[in-house]
Protein backbone atom coordinates (compact mmCIF):
# COMPACT_ATOMS: atom_id res chain seq x y z
CA UNK A 1 0.00 0.00 0.00
CA UNK A 2 1.38 3.54 -1.37
CA UNK A 3 0.97 6.23 1.79
CA UNK A 4 0.06 9.45 -0.15
CA UNK A 5 1.53 12.90 1.47
CA UNK A 6 -2.63 13.14 1.73
CA UNK A 7 -3.38 9.72 3.53
CA UNK A 8 -0.73 11.02 6.03
CA UNK A 9 -1.89 13.94 6.74
CA UNK A 10 -5.55 12.63 7.24
CA UNK A 11 -4.22 10.16 9.48
CA UNK A 12 -1.77 12.37 11.59
CA UNK A 13 -5.59 14.85 11.95
CA UNK A 14 -7.20 11.54 12.80
CA UNK A 15 -4.64 10.53 15.57
CA UNK A 16 -4.52 14.68 16.77
CA UNK A 17 -8.39 14.30 17.14
CA UNK A 18 -8.47 11.09 18.70
CA UNK A 19 -5.60 12.25 21.44
CA UNK A 20 -8.16 15.54 22.01
CA UNK A 21 -11.32 13.35 22.93
CA UNK A 22 -9.31 11.67 25.12
CA UNK A 23 -7.74 14.40 26.60
CA UNK A 24 -10.97 16.06 27.46
CA UNK A 25 -12.60 12.90 28.46
CA UNK A 26 -9.95 12.03 31.27
CA UNK A 27 -10.01 15.49 32.45
CA UNK A 28 -13.92 15.78 32.33
CA UNK A 29 -13.82 13.00 35.10
CA UNK A 30 -11.76 14.40 37.70
CA UNK A 31 -12.52 18.42 37.06
CA UNK A 32 -15.12 20.61 37.90
CA UNK A 33 -14.38 23.48 35.59
CA UNK A 34 -17.94 25.25 34.92
CA UNK A 35 -20.32 26.50 38.02
CA UNK A 36 -23.77 28.46 37.83
CA UNK A 37 -23.82 31.42 39.86
CA UNK A 38 -27.18 32.56 41.41
CA UNK A 39 -27.73 35.43 38.88
CA UNK A 40 -27.08 33.20 36.25
CA UNK A 41 -23.36 33.95 35.45
CA UNK A 42 -21.92 30.44 33.80
CA UNK A 43 -18.39 31.00 35.17
CA UNK A 44 -15.57 28.63 33.32
CA UNK A 45 -12.07 27.64 33.62
CA UNK A 46 -11.08 28.66 30.19
CA UNK A 47 -7.44 27.49 30.06
CA UNK A 48 -4.58 26.53 32.17
CA UNK A 49 -0.81 26.33 31.47
CA UNK A 50 1.93 25.90 33.70
CA UNK A 51 5.67 27.11 32.53
CA UNK A 52 7.39 30.34 31.34
CA UNK A 53 5.65 30.67 27.91
CA UNK A 54 2.03 30.72 27.93
CA UNK A 55 -0.20 30.35 25.06
CA UNK A 56 -3.90 31.79 25.22
CA UNK A 57 -6.37 30.82 22.49
CA UNK A 58 -9.58 32.01 22.11
CA UNK A 59 -11.07 29.22 20.49
CA UNK A 60 -12.92 25.64 21.54
CA UNK A 61 -11.18 23.41 23.62
CA UNK A 62 -9.81 21.41 20.45
CA UNK A 63 -7.63 24.37 19.88
CA UNK A 64 -6.91 24.97 23.63
CA UNK A 65 -5.44 21.39 23.53
CA UNK A 66 -3.32 21.64 20.47
CA UNK A 67 -1.73 25.18 21.08
CA UNK A 68 1.54 23.86 22.34
CA UNK A 69 2.12 22.19 19.18
CA UNK A 70 4.90 23.54 16.81
CA UNK A 71 3.35 26.72 15.30
CA UNK A 72 3.71 25.78 11.85
CA UNK A 73 1.11 23.31 12.47
CA UNK A 74 -1.20 25.45 14.75
CA UNK A 75 -0.90 27.87 12.47
CA UNK A 76 -2.34 25.44 9.46
CA UNK A 77 -5.37 24.57 11.74
CA UNK A 78 -6.09 28.62 12.18
CA UNK A 79 -5.19 28.39 15.65
CA UNK A 80 -3.24 31.78 16.41
CA UNK A 81 -2.23 31.97 20.31
CA UNK A 82 -1.92 35.17 22.36
CA UNK A 83 1.60 34.11 23.99
CA UNK A 84 3.46 36.08 27.14
CA UNK A 85 6.03 34.98 28.56
CA UNK A 86 6.51 34.96 32.64
CA UNK A 87 9.91 35.14 34.17
CA UNK A 88 9.25 32.00 36.68
CA UNK A 89 7.45 28.96 36.33
CA UNK A 90 3.85 30.46 37.13
CA UNK A 91 0.31 28.70 36.78
CA UNK A 92 -1.97 30.69 34.82
CA UNK A 93 -5.68 29.80 34.99
CA UNK A 94 -8.13 31.69 32.92
CA UNK A 95 -11.95 32.30 33.81
CA UNK A 96 -14.88 32.98 31.11
CA UNK A 97 -17.82 34.36 32.61
CA UNK A 98 -20.62 34.36 30.49
CA UNK A 99 -22.67 36.99 31.85
CA UNK A 100 -26.36 36.24 33.52
CA UNK A 101 -28.69 39.31 34.90
CA UNK A 102 -25.54 41.47 36.20
CA UNK A 103 -22.45 42.47 34.80
CA UNK A 104 -19.53 40.31 36.74
CA UNK A 105 -17.74 41.04 39.78
CA UNK A 106 -14.59 43.68 40.03
CA UNK A 107 -11.94 43.19 41.12
CA UNK A 108 -11.68 39.39 41.55
CA UNK A 109 -8.69 37.66 43.56
CA UNK A 110 -7.89 33.92 43.27
CA UNK A 111 -6.24 31.10 45.86
CA UNK A 112 -5.61 27.43 46.01
CA UNK A 113 -6.55 24.98 48.90
CA UNK A 114 -4.82 22.07 49.53
CA UNK A 115 -5.70 18.85 51.06
CA UNK A 116 -4.85 19.77 54.15
CA UNK A 117 -7.19 23.00 54.26
CA UNK A 118 -4.21 24.98 54.06
CA UNK A 119 -4.61 28.19 51.31
CA UNK A 120 -2.33 30.09 49.37
CA UNK A 121 -2.28 34.04 49.44
CA UNK A 122 -5.07 35.47 46.99
CA UNK A 123 -3.93 36.91 44.27
CA UNK A 124 -5.64 39.52 42.09
CA UNK A 125 -6.28 39.38 38.56
CA UNK A 126 -3.17 39.83 35.87
CA UNK A 127 -5.11 40.87 32.85
CA UNK A 128 -8.70 40.98 31.44
CA UNK A 129 -10.70 41.23 28.55
CA UNK A 130 -14.38 42.31 28.23
CA UNK A 131 -17.18 41.69 25.10
CA UNK A 132 -20.43 42.42 25.34
CA UNK A 133 -21.47 39.38 27.06
CA UNK A 134 -18.37 37.46 28.50
CA UNK A 135 -15.47 38.57 30.34
CA UNK A 136 -12.16 36.58 30.33
CA UNK A 137 -9.75 37.38 33.19
CA UNK A 138 -6.85 35.14 34.15
CA UNK A 139 -4.49 34.93 37.44
CA UNK A 140 -0.76 34.00 37.63
CA UNK A 141 0.35 32.12 40.69
CA UNK A 142 3.89 30.72 41.61
CA UNK A 143 3.16 29.06 44.64
CA UNK A 144 0.44 26.06 44.69
CA UNK A 145 0.65 22.39 46.08
CA UNK A 146 2.74 20.93 42.81
CA UNK A 147 2.82 17.12 44.27
CA UNK A 148 -1.15 16.67 45.11
CA UNK A 149 -2.92 15.67 41.48
CA UNK A 150 -5.60 17.91 41.21
CA UNK A 151 -5.93 21.80 43.03
CA UNK A 152 -9.08 23.41 44.23
CA UNK A 153 -9.24 27.10 42.87
CA UNK A 154 -11.65 29.69 44.99
CA UNK A 155 -12.50 32.57 43.38
CA UNK A 156 -13.45 35.90 45.39
CA UNK A 157 -14.60 39.16 45.54
CA UNK A 158 -15.57 42.15 47.82
CA UNK A 159 -18.70 41.93 49.60
CA UNK A 160 -20.79 44.83 48.16
CA UNK A 161 -18.42 45.71 45.12
CA UNK A 162 -16.54 48.82 46.36
CA UNK A 163 -15.83 47.60 50.54
CA UNK A 164 -12.11 45.84 49.83
CA UNK A 165 -12.03 44.85 53.45
CA UNK A 166 -14.86 42.72 53.03
CA UNK A 167 -15.04 39.80 50.52
CA UNK A 168 -17.32 37.20 49.56
CA UNK A 169 -16.75 33.28 48.04
CA UNK A 170 -17.54 33.16 44.39
CA UNK A 171 -17.09 29.97 43.40
CA UNK A 172 -14.77 26.59 43.75
CA UNK A 173 -13.26 24.70 40.87
CA UNK A 174 -11.30 21.67 40.65
CA UNK A 175 -8.72 21.24 37.82
CA UNK A 176 -5.61 18.84 36.97
CA UNK A 177 -2.23 19.90 38.18
CA UNK A 178 -0.33 20.92 35.34
CA UNK A 179 2.75 20.11 37.37
CA UNK A 180 2.02 17.13 39.20
CA UNK A 181 5.03 14.52 39.55
CA UNK A 182 7.13 17.25 37.64
CA UNK A 183 10.39 17.11 39.07
CA UNK A 184 12.79 19.89 39.94
CA UNK A 185 15.88 20.23 37.36
CA UNK A 186 18.36 20.15 40.69
CA UNK A 187 18.46 19.76 43.95
CA UNK A 188 17.67 22.77 46.23
CA UNK A 189 20.64 23.67 48.43
CA UNK A 190 19.59 24.36 51.90
CA UNK A 191 21.16 27.08 53.82
CA UNK A 192 21.85 27.82 56.94
CA UNK A 193 19.46 28.34 59.87
CA UNK A 194 21.63 30.81 61.19
CA UNK A 195 24.57 33.63 59.45
CA UNK A 196 26.18 36.47 60.77
CA UNK A 197 25.95 39.56 58.74
CA UNK A 198 26.77 43.36 59.25
CA UNK A 199 27.96 42.75 62.96
CA UNK A 200 24.93 40.72 63.64
CA UNK A 201 23.61 36.91 64.09
CA UNK A 202 20.17 36.50 62.46
CA UNK A 203 18.68 33.27 63.20
CA UNK A 204 15.32 31.42 61.58
CA UNK A 205 14.05 30.13 64.55
CA UNK A 206 10.73 28.57 62.81
CA UNK A 207 8.14 28.85 60.15
CA UNK A 208 4.48 28.40 61.16
CA UNK A 209 2.09 28.06 58.59
CA UNK A 210 -2.04 27.65 58.58
CA UNK A 211 -2.50 30.71 61.48
CA UNK A 212 -5.79 31.85 61.10
CA UNK A 213 -6.94 35.73 60.80
CA UNK A 214 -9.94 37.49 61.31
CA UNK A 215 -11.37 40.62 61.66
CA UNK A 216 -9.43 43.72 60.17
CA UNK A 217 -6.24 42.16 59.00
CA UNK A 218 -8.32 39.20 57.51
CA UNK A 219 -10.27 41.66 55.07
CA UNK A 220 -7.86 44.19 54.02
CA UNK A 221 -5.37 41.29 52.89
CA UNK A 222 -7.81 39.34 51.50
CA UNK A 223 -6.44 35.62 53.65
CA UNK A 224 -8.30 34.12 56.50
CA UNK A 225 -4.94 31.99 56.42
CA UNK A 226 -1.10 33.70 57.58
CA UNK A 227 2.37 32.05 57.55
CA UNK A 228 4.77 33.28 60.14
CA UNK A 229 8.56 33.37 60.02
CA UNK A 230 10.40 33.95 63.62
CA UNK A 231 13.97 35.39 63.81
CA UNK A 232 16.36 35.86 66.41
CA UNK A 233 18.15 38.69 65.50
CA UNK A 234 21.62 38.76 68.13
CA UNK A 235 20.05 37.77 71.49
CA UNK A 236 17.00 39.13 71.01
CA UNK A 237 14.16 36.61 71.22
CA UNK A 238 10.92 37.37 68.96
CA UNK A 239 7.30 38.81 70.22
CA UNK A 240 9.00 41.21 73.58
CA UNK A 241 8.50 44.53 71.72
CA UNK A 242 5.12 45.73 73.74
CA UNK A 243 2.72 48.56 72.26
CA UNK A 244 4.74 51.41 73.46
CA UNK A 245 6.17 52.81 69.91
CA UNK A 246 8.71 54.67 71.74
CA UNK A 247 10.18 51.08 72.88
CA UNK A 248 11.84 50.35 69.08
CA UNK A 249 13.79 47.41 68.11
CA UNK A 250 17.31 47.45 66.98
CA UNK A 251 15.93 45.73 62.87
CA UNK A 252 13.17 46.02 60.78
CA UNK A 253 12.28 43.54 58.45
CA UNK A 254 11.72 44.87 55.36
CA UNK A 255 11.04 42.32 52.50
CA UNK A 256 10.63 38.30 52.64
CA UNK A 257 11.37 35.82 49.91
CA UNK A 258 10.39 32.21 50.03
CA UNK A 259 11.16 29.03 47.64
CA UNK A 260 11.22 25.18 48.12
CA UNK A 261 12.57 22.16 45.97
CA UNK A 262 9.62 22.30 43.67
CA UNK A 263 10.21 25.84 42.05
CA UNK A 264 6.98 27.18 44.79
CA UNK A 265 8.02 31.16 45.05
CA UNK A 266 6.64 33.56 47.51
CA UNK A 267 7.09 37.38 47.55
CA UNK A 268 6.46 40.05 50.05
CA UNK A 269 7.68 43.29 49.57
CA UNK A 270 6.22 44.67 52.88
CA UNK A 271 5.25 41.78 55.30
CA UNK A 272 3.16 42.46 58.15
CA UNK A 273 5.18 42.05 62.28
CA UNK A 274 3.69 41.31 65.19
CA UNK A 275 -0.17 41.64 65.32
CA UNK A 276 -1.68 43.63 68.43
CA UNK A 277 -5.46 43.32 68.38
CA UNK A 278 -7.03 46.83 69.98
CA UNK A 279 -10.53 46.43 70.08
CA UNK A 280 -11.60 47.22 66.75
CA UNK A 281 -8.16 48.08 65.98
CA UNK A 282 -5.27 46.74 65.68
CA UNK A 283 -1.24 47.28 65.59
CA UNK A 284 1.62 46.20 63.82
CA UNK A 285 5.19 46.28 64.10
CA UNK A 286 8.12 44.95 62.04
CA UNK A 287 10.73 45.35 64.47
CA UNK A 288 10.03 42.74 67.05
CA UNK A 289 11.20 39.70 64.72
CA UNK A 290 8.14 38.18 63.47
CA UNK A 291 7.13 38.76 59.47
CA UNK A 292 3.46 37.65 58.87
CA UNK A 293 3.36 36.51 55.13
CA UNK A 294 -0.26 36.28 53.83
CA UNK A 295 -1.81 32.58 52.75
CA UNK A 296 -0.34 29.51 53.96
CA UNK A 297 2.96 27.34 52.49
CA UNK A 298 2.80 23.93 51.56
CA UNK A 299 4.55 21.84 54.60
CA UNK A 300 6.17 19.08 52.84
CA UNK A 301 9.25 20.78 51.73
CA UNK A 302 12.37 22.63 53.11
CA UNK A 303 12.20 26.56 51.66
CA UNK A 304 14.81 28.76 51.81
CA UNK A 305 14.03 32.15 52.96
CA UNK A 306 15.78 35.27 51.64
CA UNK A 307 14.72 37.96 54.47
CA UNK A 308 15.74 41.96 53.87
CA UNK A 309 16.88 43.89 57.02
CA UNK A 310 17.83 47.17 58.13
CA UNK A 311 18.56 48.63 61.30
CA UNK A 312 16.39 51.24 62.87
CA UNK A 313 17.67 54.63 63.30
CA UNK A 314 19.38 55.08 66.61
CA UNK A 315 21.49 56.78 68.44
CA UNK A 316 23.52 53.86 70.23
CA UNK A 317 24.93 53.19 66.45
CA UNK A 318 28.16 51.65 66.98
CA UNK A 319 30.94 53.81 65.30
CA UNK A 320 30.94 51.77 61.87
CA UNK A 321 27.98 53.04 61.49
CA UNK A 322 27.92 57.52 62.54
CA UNK A 323 29.72 59.59 62.44
CA UNK A 324 29.79 62.88 65.36
CA UNK A 325 31.05 66.59 63.70
CA UNK A 326 31.23 69.84 65.78
CA UNK A 327 30.17 72.97 64.47
CA UNK A 328 30.09 76.27 65.30
CA UNK A 329 26.48 78.21 65.32
CA UNK A 330 26.99 81.78 63.39
CA UNK A 331 26.06 84.96 64.09
CA UNK A 332 22.46 86.02 63.10
CA UNK A 333 21.35 86.53 59.61
CA UNK A 334 24.85 85.34 59.16
CA UNK A 335 26.02 82.11 56.84
CA UNK A 336 29.04 80.22 57.04
CA UNK A 337 30.42 77.95 54.92
CA UNK A 338 31.53 74.99 55.39
CA UNK A 339 34.06 72.28 54.47
CA UNK A 340 33.22 69.16 56.70
CA UNK A 341 32.49 65.13 55.11
CA UNK A 342 31.35 62.36 57.24
CA UNK A 343 32.51 59.07 55.51
CA UNK A 344 30.05 56.14 56.64
CA UNK A 345 30.04 52.75 55.18
CA UNK A 346 31.32 53.82 51.92
CA UNK A 347 28.83 56.96 51.38
CA UNK A 348 30.03 60.74 52.14
CA UNK A 349 27.80 63.03 54.44
CA UNK A 350 28.52 66.75 53.44
CA UNK A 351 28.11 69.64 55.51
CA UNK A 352 27.94 72.71 52.81
CA UNK A 353 26.86 75.51 55.01
CA UNK A 354 25.01 76.61 58.30
CA UNK A 355 22.92 79.82 59.07
CA UNK A 356 20.92 81.46 61.38
CA UNK A 357 17.67 82.99 60.65
CA UNK A 358 15.31 85.05 62.30
CA UNK A 359 13.79 81.44 63.80
CA UNK A 360 15.78 78.88 63.37
CA UNK A 361 19.54 77.32 62.41
CA UNK A 362 19.69 75.77 59.09
CA UNK A 363 22.59 73.14 58.62
CA UNK A 364 22.84 72.26 54.72
CA UNK A 365 23.26 68.62 54.05
CA UNK A 366 24.59 66.99 50.84
CA UNK A 367 24.78 62.59 50.23
CA UNK A 368 26.48 60.62 48.49
CA UNK A 369 24.71 57.45 48.65
CA UNK A 370 27.29 54.05 48.14
CA UNK A 371 24.20 52.57 46.29
CA UNK A 372 20.66 52.46 46.17
CA UNK A 373 19.15 51.17 49.33
CA UNK A 374 21.46 53.60 51.61
CA UNK A 375 20.28 56.38 53.60
CA UNK A 376 21.44 58.87 56.07
CA UNK A 377 19.82 59.94 59.37
CA UNK A 378 19.84 62.42 61.60
CA UNK A 379 20.58 60.63 65.18
CA UNK A 380 21.22 62.84 67.95
CA UNK A 381 22.19 67.19 68.44
CA UNK A 382 23.48 68.58 71.46
CA UNK A 383 25.31 71.98 72.05
CA UNK A 384 28.28 72.97 73.80
CA UNK A 385 26.37 72.30 77.46
CA UNK A 386 25.10 68.91 76.56
CA UNK A 387 21.57 70.18 76.06
CA UNK A 388 19.17 68.71 73.98
CA UNK A 389 18.74 70.09 70.43
CA UNK A 390 15.51 69.85 68.50
CA UNK A 391 15.12 69.73 65.38
CA UNK A 392 12.81 69.73 61.64
CA UNK A 393 13.04 68.87 58.09
CA UNK A 394 12.91 70.71 55.09
CA UNK A 395 13.59 69.94 51.61
CA UNK A 396 17.05 71.11 49.93
CA UNK A 397 17.88 72.27 46.04
CA UNK A 398 20.49 69.91 44.50
CA UNK A 399 23.69 68.89 45.54
CA UNK A 400 21.77 69.91 48.93
CA UNK A 401 19.87 66.95 50.11
CA UNK A 402 17.97 68.59 53.15
CA UNK A 403 18.34 71.79 55.29
CA UNK A 404 18.24 70.52 59.21
CA UNK A 405 16.28 73.07 60.84
CA UNK A 406 17.88 73.52 64.52
CA UNK A 407 16.04 74.73 67.51
CA UNK A 408 18.85 75.66 69.70
CA UNK A 409 18.59 76.80 73.23
CA UNK A 410 19.48 80.11 74.48
CA UNK A 411 23.13 80.53 75.12
CA UNK A 412 24.10 77.86 72.12
CA UNK A 413 27.62 78.64 70.61
CA UNK A 414 28.17 75.00 69.23
CA UNK A 415 26.78 71.66 68.47
CA UNK A 416 27.35 68.54 68.11
CA UNK A 417 25.59 66.57 65.47
CA UNK A 418 25.50 62.78 65.15
CA UNK A 419 24.36 61.41 61.91
CA UNK A 420 23.93 57.50 60.84
CA UNK A 421 23.77 55.42 57.44
CA UNK A 422 21.67 52.37 57.22
CA UNK A 423 21.19 50.52 54.59
CA UNK A 424 19.52 46.83 53.47
CA UNK A 425 21.08 43.84 55.23
CA UNK A 426 20.23 40.62 53.12
CA UNK A 427 20.02 37.25 55.27
CA UNK A 428 19.61 33.61 53.28
CA UNK A 429 17.75 31.01 56.03
CA UNK A 430 15.75 27.50 55.63
CA UNK A 431 13.57 26.30 57.60
CA UNK A 432 10.60 23.52 57.65
CA UNK A 433 7.31 24.66 57.75
CA UNK A 434 5.27 23.45 60.97
CA UNK A 435 1.46 23.48 60.75
CA UNK A 436 -0.11 25.93 63.42
CA UNK A 437 -3.60 26.37 63.59
CA UNK A 438 -4.07 29.43 65.88
CA UNK A 439 -5.35 32.47 65.40
CA UNK A 440 -3.54 35.30 65.08
CA UNK A 441 -4.54 37.21 68.36
CA UNK A 442 -2.63 35.24 70.60
CA UNK A 443 0.32 37.60 69.79
CA UNK A 444 -1.27 40.25 71.88
CA UNK A 445 0.93 41.49 74.80
CA UNK A 446 0.54 39.43 78.23
CA UNK A 447 -1.15 41.74 80.68
Known amino acids: MTWTKGKIKLLLAGAILLAVLVCLLLRGASETRTVRLPDGSRVSVRQVSFGKTHRFVDGPPWQQMLAALPTNITAALGIRPKIRSTVEDTLVVWFQWELGTNTYPWPQWLRLIDSNGLASGAVFVSSSITLSNKATVSFDLTSFPRNERTLLLELRAPENGRDLSMWRHLANFRIRNPSFRRQPPRPMTAW ?56 RGAWVIKSVELRDSLGNLIREREPKGRFFPMGDRYMIRTDDGIALVPGAIWPNEMWNVRAVFERQPAPSFDVAHRWTTSIHIPEPRERILLDQTGRVEGCEIRLPSIEQTSNSVALSVGFGRRSSGYDWHLLHVEDQRGSNVLWGWSRGVAPIDKRIELRAPAGSTDLKVTFGVTHPVTVELSGKPSILRENVARWAPKQ
Open 192 to 247: PTSTFADGEQFTLLAINTGLSATGALAGHTQSNQWTELLFRIGTNEPAQRTTNPYD
